[in-house]
């Protein structure tokens, strides 16, 4: 699995991944904070912070050709660990035992930023 990661630095500003690309990688926060936004009519609507131990990019993780549903801007200088899903996933049905706690990491996320959002929407 070492082989499919890749730690990375990301300033300050920088965009992590954006909106509407195709997801390819999820990224996993070692060091830093940034926030995960939407543009909508009026701007952009924050979803939350994602900072150290949290994931980015979790739709790669759908598989076929998925984009990524929001922009992630760094708002710290960071270091990520970024997969390549396409090799995570491979992995993943190879042995249910990796699989199985990435499914359930992944629900976690997914539950998680469903929450931000909402909370996000009733306070605009």
Do not use: H
């Amino acid at each position: 699995m070492a082989a499919l990661v890749e730690e990375t630095s990301i300033e300050a500003n920088e965009i992590l991944l954006m909106e509407g690309e195709m997801a390819r990688y999820l990224y996993v926060v070692v060091e830093g904070q940034a926030a995960a936004q939407v543009q909508i009519e009026r701007g952009w609507l924050s979803l939350g912070l994602v900072g150290p131990g949290a994931a980015a990019g979790w739709s790669s993780l759908l598989g076929g050709s998925v984009v990524y549903p929001a922009t992630v801007k760094a708002l710290t200088n960071m270091k990520v660990a970024r997969l390549e899903t396409s090799g995570l996933m491979l992995l993943m049905n190879v042995d249910p035992k990796i699989g199985y706690p990435v499914l359930k990491c992944l629900s976690s996320i997914v539950y998680m930023q469903y929450e931000a959002a909402l909370t996000a929407v009733k306070t605009a």
